[in-house]
Structure formats: structure tokens, C-alpha cells
């Protein structure tokens, strides 16, 4: 059975069940909505300040100012400085409850051990800390202290997690460009103020701003979360496990996670694992924890549980009538979700103070009481299972194996066991021979505009094909990995025979007796800074810029803020850039010809906008090739 929905065979099996239980989905809500605003979908469309709203005609009858005199350029601009902006600040703020939590947690006020010593040293050492003669509480207080004066810097100099980690080609573009951020906070608050009624006016100056934003998103945001998260956590390896509906067990108590940000979702696995015997003696077998999005991914890359589903199907989690609690914390949590619940047993259960839905349980999350807080949720479940309704429970039987785990610590240590001296040598070998022809990361969303997977997981096929090694994170990766494309069968199934050869020997020397998976699960969306530093130490072993290299980035499926600060973080880095969705700009031709083509002569990326997951590949395709043959190497 086709569905214009979705390619997931789990959602097309429950969506008619969600209908006979009178439940009200994703799908019915975009239906009501059409049609939905043009002026808002082409960026005209400005309500920042209350003389509006105002809208530009785009076919040039109407109106082509707003009250103030604004054009439709500095609208477009204004909107996505603010989108970006937004991205931005959702990832800052969730690195700075990570520094937070490393800060609490070397002087011993909270339950959360330092997991990750060496990688303590090695992120101490590239930020200038003499690590001689201290403890790993010491040192993580000095990272905390380089940490949180880049958010209270109020001098000119750029942030130091930028500088310290950045490529240093790039960093020599962006200070010529005027776009080395300072203070996030600062940044994103003079972002704000940027874009208020009486302020800049200058397109090309907004979209330098946004670059600017882009930056703050990819290091204060991005970067510090992740190295945050790995010393406290651990930095990920490799782990096998499975993905989609399927993996929810109907005689277990099921306990779905759901959000962003692990230093909860850590500790729902470990009092999950001691808990076991309540469940046992409740009538359960045991405890089911799965995740969905990107909470998902971080105890999938760190403890091999198992994901659930992505963003869209959030909600069809619950429908399958087995989930017995869902926990929430921060970003792409849907409102409705408490509203399904309400048709089920589920609890639904809200953690953070920014976050409470209507008609959810709140239960407080704090780094103080995280460990009360995770039993009470865990028992909770166990409860609600005595509740659960045998009649409305369908488990759809669709689950793929999925290996993940694939930080850049461990994709070096498996090349270690090829060349342990030279380990980045057997993978750039192969790069320059055509194996690999080239490198893709596959980033962010769905979007209920679009049949949901279908635009990642085709585009990602016709890549693979073509020899391309795809490097993926959040909802992306869950698409692949509900796909078969995160397992050796994918490889042996889609890869290309160049790119197959690399994996299968690449398998050989991790030591198992198949092949990688053609493509490498990189973490949650704020991992995706695990795709900057791997292109960025490519980048530096072939002392070259990373514009210069073979490697793209695609959001084949954006809805979030967060999707496009990212994007324009992959676009300052020098890469094109695909959206699989059309963002909303296309009301100034002038600023869409800068942002797909004009940005790549001042920053050397671009977006690349295409909607056809196949004609999308191609474009990438033509861009790696276009790379290669600049350098020389064969396409």
C-alpha cells in the first residue's frame, strides 16, 4: 500500500487506526489548514511591529513596501535572521544547561560522574589548559570557566570554542567578512534588535548577520553541547540495536523518551535498568525504553536503545495503544500529544520549566533531583501499564537493525586498526582514488509538507549508489535507520561497488564479518558538530579549506529553526547546502539568487534548494564532482 503521507510502513499501518479511534493526527491538522498563507510561505510577510501585519505582492499588483517603507528584501532578510536566530538560541541554551551540568558535576553537588577522561584532556589541551598535575574535576572546572566566559565576554574577541575548533581557513573568511561572533547571548540578542521596525534595511548586510548567527549555532550551540555531553556521558562506539514502532514490546512496560537533551533521558535508562523487578512484579516482563528524536539518539549512540520513530510520528507512538508513559523535555515536542494520550492510558509527562503542555503530568526535572525525578517517571510507567487497555493495542511488526555509535573518536579508531600511525591516511586514500567520491551529511527534520522519509531516505539511495559515504544525525538518521540503510544488508543492498569495498574492509578491521552500513549514525542534531570536526580534520590533513573539499550538506525534510541555523552553519563552513523543503524567501528574487548563488563568491558555500529527492542528488553530485576536478582528483 502506497501513502502521499509517508513511506514508514508502521505509519501507514496505524494512521487508519488513529481515524477509528477518533484520534486527530499531524495529518488531519495540515489538511484543515489549506490553504496556507502564500504571503507568509514566500517570507512577506512582516508583524514586527503593531502598525502591521503588512504583506508585499508578489506578482507586483499591490503593495511592494510595508508602512515603515520596509521592501520586500529587508522582509524576507528580517524573517530569516530571526529563524536562524532562533535555531541558534534553542541549541545555545541547551549547551549552556550541559556546561552547567559538567560545571555541578566536578564539584560533586550532583549525581552525574565525569565519564569521558580522556576526552576531558584532549578538549583541555586544543583550548590552551595546561593539563599536568590535575584531576579530571579540575580540569572539567577549567573548561567550564573557558566555557561560560565566551557567554560573558563583553569585549571585541571572538568566542574561544570557535577559534579553538574551527578550520583556520575559515576563520580567516569569516573575520574578513565581519561575522566572528563574540557573546552568543549577545549575538542572538543583537539579532533581535537588528530586526526590529527602524533598524537595518541592507539585505546583504541581514544575510551576513544571519551568517553570523550560523556560526554562534555551529560552536556555542553545536560543538559545546556535544563536548559538553561526552564528558559527561561518554564519548559514543559503536552499538547495535533496531528502529521504528516495531521495537515497543506488548507483555514489557514501554517507556518512550522524547526531546533533546540526555542529562534526563540518561538517567530514565539507568533507573529503567534498577527497576526492572517492579515492573516484573507489576505483571510486566520488564521496562521498554525507546526514543524518539533526538533524545532518541543520544541514549541510542551511548547505551543502544532502541528508536521508536521521528518527529512526525510522535504521536502514532501512543496511537499504537502499548506506549505506558512518554517523557518529554525541550524542541519538537507536539502540543497534541497530551490530547492523544487522553484517548489511551498514556501518561504523558513534562520535565522542564519551558516546556508544559495542558492536560500532561509535570514532574520537575532539576540536576539536583534527577534522580528522584527519574524514578518517580520510571514508576509512573510501571503504573500505568496496570492501566493499559488490551483491545486497542496494535504493535505494528515493522523494525529494522540499525548499527550507530559513530563519533569521530570511533571512526578514527577503526581506521587506527588499518594505519595506526596515519589513521585519516586509508580514508583520504580512498577519497582521492574515487572509492569514495565523496561526503555527505544528512541533517535535521520531517515536515508534514512532504511525504514523510521519502525525500531523505531516495535522496540518500541515489547517493550511496554513486559512492558517496553519508554521515547523518536526528530525524534524518531515524529515517535512514527505519530504511535498512544503517545496517551491513543496506550496504550490500545500495552502496555503490567503490564505497562498498571501503566499508566491507572498514568492517574487516572493526572486526565484524560484514560490512559498515553505507550510512555512519552520527548522534542527535546537536552532533551534528561531530560532522563539522570530521571535515575539518580532513580539511586539515590535506592542509586545504574545507570549501575546497568534496563534501556537501542536506535538510532533505526542514521544518525546525534549529534545521536552518544549522544549515547556514554547513553554508559558512563552505558547503552547498540542499533544502528538501522551500524555505520562506523566494518573495525577493534578489535575496534567493544570494543566498543560492552570490553567498558561495563571499563565503564559498551556498543553499541549494530542489525538491526532487533524485534530482537533488544529482545537483550534490554534480557539486562533489565540480570539487573534485578543482583539485585534480579523478570524478
Known sequence: ?????????????????????????????????????????????CRHCVQGPCRIDPFGNGPNKGICGASAETIVTRNLLRQ????????????????????????????????????????????????????KQELALKIVEVAYSDLANHENKPVQWLMAHAPRERIGVWKNLGILP???????????????????ADPVNLVLATAKQGL???????????????????????????????????DFVNLVV??????????????????????????????????????????????????????????????????????????????SLAQVASCYHTEIITTMPIVKIPGAS????????????????????????????????????????IMAGFSVEAIIGILKRIDPEDPLKPL???????????????????????????????????????????????????????????????????????LKTVLTALGQAAGLSAPLPPVLHMGSCVDNSRIGDLVTAIAAYLKTDSAALPVAASAPELQHEKALSIGTWAV????????????????SKMVTELLTKGLSDVIGGKFYVETDPLKAAEGLLEDIRAKRKKLGLPC
Open 84 to 135: 536562524v536566530a532562533g535555531g541558534a538560541a534553542a541549541h545555545v541554551d541547551h549547551a549552556y544547561e550541559a556546561v552547567e551540568a559538567l560545571e555541578s558535576a566536578a564539584k560533586g553537588t550532583i549525581n552525574y560522574p565525569i565519564a569521558d577522561e580522556m576526552k576531558l584532556k584532549q578538549l583541555a589541551q586544543g583550548l590552551g589548559i595546561d593539563v599536568s598535575d590535575k584531576d
Open 216 to 250: 554562534v549555532d555551529g560552536y556555542s550551540g553545536l560543538k559545546l553541547a556535544t563536548d559538553m555531553q561526552d564528558i559527561l556521558f561518554g564519548t559514543p562506539t559503536p552499538v547495535i540495536t533496531e528502529a521504528n514502532l516495531g521495537v515497543l514490546k506488548e
Open 428 to 498: 583520504v586514500d580512498n577519497m582521492v582514488k574515487g572509492n569514495i567520491l565523496g561526503v555527505v551529511g544528512t541533517v535535521g527534520c520531517n515536515n508534514i509538507k512532504v511525504t514523510q522519509d521519502l525525500i531523505h531516505v531516495e535522496l540518500v539511495k541515489e547517493l550511496v549508489k554513486n559512492n558517496v559515504l553519508v554521515v547523518a544525525t536526528g530525524c534524518s538518521a531515524h529515517a535512514l535507520a527505519k530504511a535498512g540503510l544503517m545496517n551491513s544488508e543496506g550496504t550490500e543492498k545500495y552502496a555503490g561497488e567503490g
Open 258 to 335: 522524547h526531546g533533546h537533551v540526555p542529562l534526563l533521558s540518561e538517567k530514565i535508562v539507568y533507573w529503567s535498568k534498577k527497576l526492572q523487578a517492579e515492573a516484573i512484579a507489576a505483571g510486566a516482563k520488564g521496562i521498554q525504553v525507546a526514543g524518539i528524536c533526538c533524545s532518541g539518539n543520544e541514549v541510542l549512540m551511548r547505551n543502544g536503545i532502541p528508536l521508536a520513530t521521528n518527529f512526525l510520528a510522535q504521536e502514532l507512538a501512543i496511537v499504537t495503544g502499548a506506549v505506558d508513559a512518554m517523557v518529554v523535555d525541550v524542541q519538537c515536542i507536539m502540543p
Open 362 to 401: 509535570h514532574i520537575p526535572f532539576t540536576l539536583e533531583n534527577a534522580d528522584q525525578a527519574a524514578q518517580e517517571i520510571v514508576r509512573r510507567a510501571i503504573t500505568a501499564y496496570s492501566r493499559r487497555d488490551k483491545e486497542k493495542v496494535k504493535i505494528p511488526n515493522h523494525k529494522c537493525k
Open 1 to 45: 500500500m502506497k501513502s502521499a503521507k509517508s513511506i514508514d510502513p508502521a505509519v501507514i499501518e496505524l494512521l487508519p487506526k488513529a481515524s477509528l479511534d477518533g484520534v486527530e493526527t499531524v495529518w488531519d491538522r495540515y489538511e484543515a489548514q489549506q490553504p496556507q498563507c502564500g504571503f507568509g510561505s514566500l517570507g512577506v510577510c
Open 572 to 587: 559558512t563552513l563552505g558547503l552547498t547546502t540542499h533544502l528538501g523543503v522551500v524555505p520562506p524567501v523566494l518573495g
Open 182 to 200: 563574540r557573546n552568543p547571548d549577545r549575538e542572538i540578542r543583537e539579532a533581535m534588535h537588528q530586526t526590529t521596525m527602524g533598524m537595518d
